[in-house]
Structure formats: C-alpha cells, structure tokens
C-alpha cells in the first residue's frame, strides 16, 4: 500500500503565498509523475501542475508563471510552491503519484486526503 500525505495548506490574504509538500510512502519502487490538481466547490477537480521523475513539467495556464512544483526524487516528495495567490486559486488541493510498487511491475495512481487552501482579505 502507498499512503500520500499533504501538508501547507492554509488561509492567505491575495499576493501572498504558501508552499505545498505531499510525501508518499509504503513499498514504493518507483514514482513516475507526481502531480497537483485542485477541486472548488461546485467545479470539477483539474489538474494544476505534473512533474515527471526526469523533471519534465506541465501547468495549467492560469498558474503559469505564479506556480512552481518540484520534486525531491530521493525523499519521495512533491512540492507546489504557489506566489502572487488570487482568491480563485481557493480550492483543496490534491496530490497525486504514479507509483510502480515493489515486487510489482504495473503503476498504479494514488491520491493524498486533500488540504484547503484559501485566499481571502
């Protein structure tokens, strides 16, 4: 079993920024994409950025340029470092992995329990 865990969310005033961290752990072998989506109410969940284990990474357009995610290949973490905040990034944030287990040669995607995030004054 894998288990994702989120923490850094939080209540941020617009422009501010918080920085988001999801660890996985369990028998992992290898993680191929890790990856950020977000749901607000009412909306369906979207992806907001993917990073994969060679470093490639994707945004979604309105993050470009505010949101930046990285990872840190040995700690089996993913990072969402998230500037100039505006009140339509409020949503829980998800994390997601593409994880091949040991003893196993099939991926499978995981998901963290979510942590809010919201931008208000």
């Known amino acids: 079993q894998v288990q994702l865990v989120e923490s850094g969310g939080g209540l941020v005033q617009p422009g501010g920024s918080l920085r988001l961290s999801c660890a996985a752990s369990g028998s992992i072998f290898s993680i191929n994409v890790m990856g950020w989506y977000r749901q607000a109410p009412g909306k369906e969940r979207e992806l907001v950025a993917r990073i994969t284990d060679a470093g490639t990474t994707n945004y979604e357009d309105s993050v470009k340029g505010r949101f930046t995610i990285s990872r840190d290949n040995a700690k089996n973490t993913v990072y969402l470092q998230m500037n100039s905040l505006k009140p339509e990034d409020t949503a829980v944030y998800y994390c997601?992995?593409?994880?091949?287990?040991?003893?196993?040669?099939?991926?499978?995607?995981?998901w963290g329990q979510g942590t809010q995030v919201t931008v208000s004054s």
């Open positions: 997601n992995a593409v994880v091949r287990m040991v003893a196993s040669t099939t991926f499978y995607k995981y």
